[in-house]
């Protein structure tokens, strides 16, 4: 069973590294946010907010996937399983992206896909709409996102004090492009 306390994604990554060192330091830097020390920040705290890298498998030696990239001529493929603790990010949509995306594209050792193109098919009309397009409605007991077509609800979060929960029964494909 899925351990709710956490959001597991998966990355396609290229580097010229070992992809077990990319994965740390692509979670390493999605999980603090800031290369400075910031005050009360503790060991304990680093630990208990760490994302943690559940698995690498190696895909082996290829050419970069992206099209802009022309250096190195050779990159180590690799998906890399990372888990983000649920409670750094709660029910928010914009810090459950931050989170999952916020830096990857700091991170010159790799080569990741652009995460704002998702496109989301709503389940109701068919209609394929990039995330950023859906509308948003803040005035529930949590969020609900709907379709820019028909209104259909897409997405809602709702959150407790102990757990949150994230209903997709509203997308019928969720694309994430990978080159």
Known sequence: MRDQRVVRCTYYLESETDPEQAAAA???E????????VPGESPRIRERHAAQVVSVQ???VRRPSLPSRSRPEAVRAALAV???????????????????AGNLFELGELFAFDVTAAVSTCATCHH????????????TP????????CSAVQVRVVRSATR????????????????
């Open 26 to 28: 692509m979670a390493g």
């Open 30 to 37: 999605q999980s603090s946010g800031t290369f400075v020390a």
């Open 58 to 60: 190696d895909l082996g």
């Open 82 to 100: 990372v888990e983000f603790p649920m409670e750094n990010i709660g029910t928010d949509l914009a810090t459950l992206q931050t989170t999952i």
């Open 128 to 139: 394929p709409h990039r995330v950023a397009e859906l509308k948003a409605y803040l005035q």
């Open 142 to 149: 949590g969020l609900v996102l709907r379709c820019a077509s």
């Open 164 to 179: 949150a929960w994230l209903d997709l029964s509203g997308v019928s494909v969720l694309e994430i492009p990978t080159a």
